[in-house]
């Protein structure tokens, strides 16, 4: 968990930066998505274990010192961080064209749009636009390409109205594009309850899934989901009902 506060924090740091300033970063993103911190000692090893791997990774660099000292509990260690901005890309991407000695091909640096082509992509068009509005729940149409566009216009109402169903969501479509968004009785508090879901602020989910889901169906029917997946469904319906 620390391990990706400390991504998200060092992204908008400076390249030379101090490890208090890093720490102070992380612990803003935790209050952000109302995690507590105690700054206990479980909590600082946890921390220091996870800024250790991004040394490891290549992302920092001990200039001064060691993340280590974190763990004593000062506020601010006399520890200096070196953050190699272009290396945080090596912890998400998969797929990304390599030379011949196992480097990126493309440095995203000088290249940022012939890295972002080189990247391996589903075939699809549907799942392509899908998989965006999972990930961000918004898509705009000057960013889709034409195999995108005509997807988003012919399928989008029917397959990706039912995919948005079986998250509780309904598909809004626009000239501009399209989203996923909460369907307005979900925000009675008998459906959805107080529980805040962490992560971006703008992604919401009901808790109550679509009763359809429960019923079974056919493979591409569009409105229901495999019948060997109710049973899971159930079951999730059911944990997730149980959160306070």
Request: hydrophobic share 45%.
């Amino acid at each position: 968990m620390w391990f990706w506060l400390a991504v998200g924090a060092l992204e908008s740091l400076p390249a030379r930066v101090r490890l208090g300033q890093v720490a102070a970063a992380a612990r803003a993103g935790a209050a952000e998505i109302e995690l507590p911190v105690t700054q206990s000692r479980v909590e600082l090893s946890a921390f220091a274990a996870g800024l250790r791997r991004l040394c490891g990774c290549g992302v920092l660099e001990e200039l001064e010192g060691r993340v280590e000292a974190l763990v004593d509990g000062e506020e601010d260690p006399p520890v200096l961080l070196k953050v190699h901005h272009t290396r945080l890309l090596h912890l998400l991407p998969r797929g990304v064209p390599v030379d011949n000695w196992g480097q990126w091909a493309i440095d995203p640096a000088g290249d940022p749009a012939g890295w972002l082509a080189g990247l391996e992509r589903p075939a699809d068009a549907g799942l392509r636009v899908c998989a965006a509005l999972a990930d961000q729940a918004v898509v705009h149409a000057c960013d889709l390409d034409e195999d995108e566009l005509r997807w988003l216009s012919d399928k989008g109402p029917t397959d990706g109205a039912a995919l948005a169903r079986s998250f509780g969501l309904t598909l809004e479509h626009r000239l501009e594009g399209a989203a996923w968004v909460m369907p307005q009785e979900t925000y009675d508090e008998r459906v959805a309850g107080r529980f805040r879901f962490p992560g971006r602020r703008r992604r919401l989910a009901s808790r109550d899934f679509d009763p359809g889901l429960l019923q079974g169906g056919e493979r591409g029917s569009g409105e229901v989901l495999p019948a060997e997946m109710s049973g899971k469904l159930e079951g999730v319906q059911e944990r997730m009902g149980s959160v306070p």
